[in-house]
């Protein structure tokens, strides 16, 4: 399972926000918690197409799609050095997919900022920083470890050349993320899990008051966003977190008091999925039915594999429609036979956010 985890500075609203999301009620409180045992819960990523599809087919069961949220303690200045919850907590976060970055716009009088003051922007680069230092000091061990060896082999020894590069790359403050590494190097260095290679959403988490999409206070970290290629959701998370609460007209109300087309929930969700890079496809019948996660660029006999090993191992042919084209003719397989809108498709087909496949195998 894909797990998000939500880090920012301590009382930003992590939690809050973990509550937007999964609804899960999480405890929040006025005051720094400083316990290091994550909340977590699973959400279903909203889909209308396969809401659609459980409908017509009225299946025993449906599957949606889910990712996990992970509510982590606050990220104090200096916990890269070890301070605070310092090593505990990263090791939270070196363990998620993606990071849900929470920023305290709201100014709450009864909640002391761990800076004395709200600044989206500082107080991003302080996080920022810690997740560089995390991964300075993975890369300082793990060079000094080399470095005692008698002789290194030639596989430790492009692992040398490569760590020195990303060290000074991060050493001028800059995230792994934007190097541009390779996918054999990004491969190669899985085992460290740098923090700073995970994609990342800013939460602007907003107070009720401050509705006005061209809020002032955002304009720094809209900027700071737009320039680092992270993108950015604003959610109103103390109000979205009572609206969970509330009936589906009365949601509606407040959503447009709050000038919102979607609920929080949906959008941060959403974009969560798709900064993970990851696509859905349907499998449909009466049994049930049910929404697949892959990465993108993963091909048919990875969706079979995912159903069932069985699968993957007896493969013939995947049977394929997009959602579209299987709404286009009448939102019925026979019709898609008859228009001839089923493609058979082999192993290597790359599959497509929204295709329905039915495999063919043979054990
Ligand atoms: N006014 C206002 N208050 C908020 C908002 N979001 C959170 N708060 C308040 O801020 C306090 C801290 O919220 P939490 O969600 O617990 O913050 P946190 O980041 O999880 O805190 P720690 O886990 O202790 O670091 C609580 O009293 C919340 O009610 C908001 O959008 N508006
Ligand atoms: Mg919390």
């Not at 909340?39 to 599809?53: C, K, Q």
């Not at 190097?185 to 700073?196: I, P, Q, R, Y």
Request: glycine share 8%; charged share 30%; net charge negative.
């Amino acid at each position: 399972m894909l797990k998000c985890g939500i880090i920012g500075l301590p009382l930003s609203g992590k939690s809050t926000v973990f509550n937007v999301a999964t609804r899960a009620g999480a405890e929040v409180k006025p005051y720094a918690g400083g316990r290091t045992d994550p909340n977590r819960a699973m959400v279903n990523v909203p889909d209308e197409r396969f809401d659609n599809l459980a409908g017509l087919f009225e299946p025993k069961k449906v599957t949606p799609a889910a990712v996990e949220f992970v509510d982590l303690a606050g990220l104090s200045r200096n916990a890269g050095r070890g301070e605070g919850l310092g090593n505990s907590f990263l090791s939270f976060v070196a363990e998620s997919d993606a990071l849900v970055h929470v920023i305290r716009l709201f100014g709450n009088p009864e909640v002391p900022h761990p800076e004395n003051s709200i600044d989206p922007a500082r107080d991003w680069s302080i996080v920022e920083m810690e997740l560089i230092f995390r991964d300075l000091g993975v890369i300082e061990n793990r060079l000094s470890r080399l470095d005692a060896k008698k002789k290194m082999t030639p596989p430790e020894q492009s692992e040398y050349a490569l760590l020195e590069k990303c060290q000074a790359w991060l050493l001028e403050e800059r995230p792994l993320r934007d190097m541009g590494l390779s996918a054999d190097d990004k491969k190669s260095l899985g085992g460290f899990a740098f923090v700073t290679l995970k994609p990342e959403i800013i939460v602007a988490n907003l107070d009720e008051s401050q509705t006005d999409e061209d809020l002032p206070l955002l304009a720094p970290l809209r900027s700071l966003a737009v320039e680092k290629g992270i993108p950015l959701v604003r959610v109103f998370g103390r109000m979205e977190m009572e609206m969970a609460e509330l009936e589906a007209d009365e949601q509606a109300e407040f959503m447009n008091d709050l000038g919102l087309k979607a609920p929080g929930r949906e959008r941060l969700i959403s974009k969560a999925y798709e900064i993970l890079g990851l696509i859905s496809f349907f499998t449909t019948g009466k049994d049930e039915v049910k929404a697949w996660t892959l990465r993108k660029g993963q091909t048919a006999l990875d969706a079979a594999g995912a159903i069932h090993s069985d699968l993957a191992r007896g493969f013939i042919r995947a049977q394929v429609v997009s959602y579209d084209d299987f709404q286009a003719n009448g939102a019925s397989m026979a019709g898609c036979r008859e228009k001839g809108a089923l493609r058979l498709e082999g192993k290597e087909y790359k599959v497509a956010d929204g295709d329905m496949i039915e495999i063919r195998f043979n054990v």
